[in-house]
């Protein structure tokens, strides 16, 4: 029996048991070992905040539209960072092996079935530690945020919001060559910053000792990742003269406070939105997403990226609404948390 957590309502979870299918000849059975809970996209959902729960995506005109929403009530598909060890194969599965581990996206669920082809692309190496899997997703989001801000080695990049993405972003834009400037209002989340590799952090607004640290000319990139608009506000000041500012974040609902006729219009600031649904449009026919979620593995396994210390909360998989809760009451201190099963 598998024990998969749903969404009922606005902040109202619940556990399904479901009767374990047969696996077909070229499948496996994944038992699910971790599962990140994202304090993004998945606490829209959580919230009720999505404009997927309230609008209906128009996938032809790329639109939200009036009409009932893509994403209705029971939300059956919570959770996008997993990782788990292959328990049983189909009959015609001779290239895995019992306990190799499996990461992906397959929802908080106690198993997964999964065609032998899709695990094999996912393979963690083999004396990895499990746990970089639950960053497989996240990870690309954030190396695709990099990738989209085009940085070049010796620029000075700031990020705007030192969460779980943006702190992901800050080791990745430092392992590109740039000066990472992080900035939060959170203490303890700078310190995880300076601790992991930021070269400075400060509380924000930032954009005038970031004009200071630069002789004037402001941060070559900000990138923003905190979905908050005085954020992103602030990223707009602080970056240089008809420069580049990357907005990562999931805004909700409108965004106030955004002066669009101050320096934004008179530095001639690009703005531009990084999203997983595609990646940086002149490299996409070299980088798809398979490539962003193992490069995401692949750079924790070597050391380029240290993830692992951003996990500060994990729970059992039974006390998930727990977990949720202190996540959506931004709970200090808590970074990246887990379900363990």
């Not at 049983?88 to 599965?93: C, I, K």
């Amino acid at each position: 029996m598998a024990r998969s957590l749903i969404l009922e309502a606005p902040r109202t979870l619940a556990f399904v048991d479901t009767p374990d299918a047969p696996l077909g000849p070229d499948e496996v059975r994944i038992a699910t070992l971790f599962s990140g809970i994202s304090a993004g996209t998945e606490l829209t959902q959580y919230r009720g905040t999505s404009p997927f729960m309230g609008k209906r995506w128009d996938e032809v005109l790329r639109l939200f539209v009036p009409g009932e929403a893509s994403w209705p009530y029971p939300v059956a598909n919570l959770g996008y960072e997993e990782v788990g060890e292959v328990v049983e194969l189909g009959s015609a599965v001779v290239d895995l092996a019992i306990g190799q581990r499996i990461y992906g996206t397959w929802n908080h669920r106690t198993h997964h079935v999964a065609a032998a082809e899709w695990a094999r692309e996912r393979l963690l190496p083999d004396a990895a530690d499990p746990r970089i899997g639950i960053f497989s997703h996240i990870g690309a989001v954030a190396l695709n945020g990099v990738h989209d801000a085009r940085i070049r080695i010796g620029d000075t990049v700031a990020v705007f919001g030192l969460g779980v993405p943006g702190q992901i972003v800050a080791q990745a834009a430092r392992a590109s060559g740039a000066t990472v400037i992080g900035v939060d209002p959170d203490p303890a989340r700078r310190a995880v910053a300076d601790r992991l590799g930021a070269h400075r952090t400060l509380d924000g607004p930032a954009a005038e000792a970031i004009k200071d640290m630069t002789g004037g000319r402001g941060a070559d990139v900000c990138i923003e990742v905190s979905g908050a608009p005085p954020a992103l506000a602030d990223a707009i000041r602080a970056v240089a003269y008809s420069s580049r500012v990357v907005a990562m974040g999931f805004f909700q609902g409108e965004v106030p406070g955004l002066r669009l006729g101050e320096e934004f219009h008179h530095n001639r600031v690009e703005l531009v939105c990084s999203q997983i649904s595609g990646t940086a449009p002149e490299a996409m026919h070299r980088w798809s997403k398979p490539r962003l979620w193992r490069t995401a593995i692949e750079l924790q396994h070597r050391g380029v990226l240290d993830l692992l210390p951003l996990i500060t909360h994990d729970a059992a998989f039974a006390d998930a609404p727990v977990l949720f809760d202190r996540l959506d009451r931004g709970e200090a201190g808590l970074l990246q948390a887990m379900l363990r099963f």
